[in-house]
């Protein structure tokens, strides 16, 4: 057999023997940003532009037909009511709420996937990166299906930039706790760029776009977080002691006896037709 | 940061001072628009998710001791700003301002003076 040949054979035996343990180490930690730690918002607690007021303050770019819906959320948020904020209720914020971060969120870098950890409900972000494409059979997640791909933005030979484009959500979803509307198509499309400040590694900038039916345009934003040294991590179980009561289509609230009692002012109580009472 | 006295708390600041009540959702029941001033004594503080709560007992003009139900920020948000389960004890005196709730029911929402909505990691700098 000719050298060529042996040497061929050889290094597809190597390679087989090898393979693995080779795999892993194209894996180079090094060339990732430091996005590891604990990530605390910068700004004030609940809204989609962190540098504008709460509710009309964010001038959501909405079309006629949801800032009525939004208008009519706010009208009854203003009697004591909950509006079309379903957070409360302990349903997961989705996307793009999540990233307002009312809570911290850790950031884990793996070879095809990175998963953002977020304290508030618990949510789960899995960022796909291994070059796949959007799937057409998975259904729809409050988290979506995401996609990720790493940037080496100023060609220095490391990643610097993780764009995310996040697809398949589910309804029923806001942009923030004041109810800021979402459209009930599910069809929102959020893309968004994670990066560290060049001159301070521990502030993380995410630029949010989200695009979605219920606005005139895309709209983005600009998310500020600062990675906490001396972290604490917390469970923040939302069904743990919610006071908070859904029936039927109105809200109520438990006392510290945990009695239902009304939130608004005049509040009839729910139906009890299911409820055997005692004839006078 | 760890937390400050707990055996009175002098004050209790008003959560729309802060712009963050009107801000979440589960605290519409409240009215911030007239806020409330009350005083009693610490029955319970429960350090539980989704909201802490307070429970008060409040002597009427009547005389008449009522539990007024408080609900407050996650334990989450207050770990991180020096307030914790033991910040308020039962037996301790407690008068404050609160949102009370739109129903006129005894119960509202309060902050304590410790925790600052607006930016959590300025306060803990």
Known sequence: MPLRCIIGWMTIAIALIAGPAAAQQLFDESKYPAFEGQWIRIGPIERYDQTKPPARGQEAPLTSEYQAIFEANLADVAKGGFGDDPVYACILEGMPRAMNLILPMEIVIKRNTTYILMEYLGMLRRVFTDGRKFPDDEGPSWMGYSIGKWIDADGDGRYDVLEIETRNLKNPRTFDASGVPMHKDGQTIVKERLYLDKSDPDILYNQITTYDHALTRPWTVLKTMHRERNPIFVEAVCAEDNLQVNIGNDHYMLNSARELMPARKDQPPPDLKHFDRPKN | ?125
């Open chain 2, 1 to 125: 940061m760890r937390l400050r006295s707990t055996a009175v708390l002098a004050s209790v600041t008003w959560a729309a001072a802060t712009g963050a009540a009107p801000a979440h959702h589960s605290f519409a029941m409240f009215d911030n628009q007239h806020p409330l001033e009350i005083s009693g004594t610490v029955k319970e503080f429960r350090f539980v998710n989704p909201h802490s709560v307070l429970i008060v007992e409040v002597k009427n003009p009547d005389g008449v001791v009522k539990d007024w139900t408080l609900e407050g920020p996650a334990p989450g948000i207050m770990l991180r700003q020096g307030v914790t389960a033991n910040t308020f004890r039962p037996g301790d005196a407690f008068k404050g301002t609160i949102s009370p709730l739109h129903s006129g029911q005894a119960g509202g929402s309060y902050f304590p003076p410790q925790v600052d909505l607006s930016n959590p990691v300025a306060e803990r700098k």
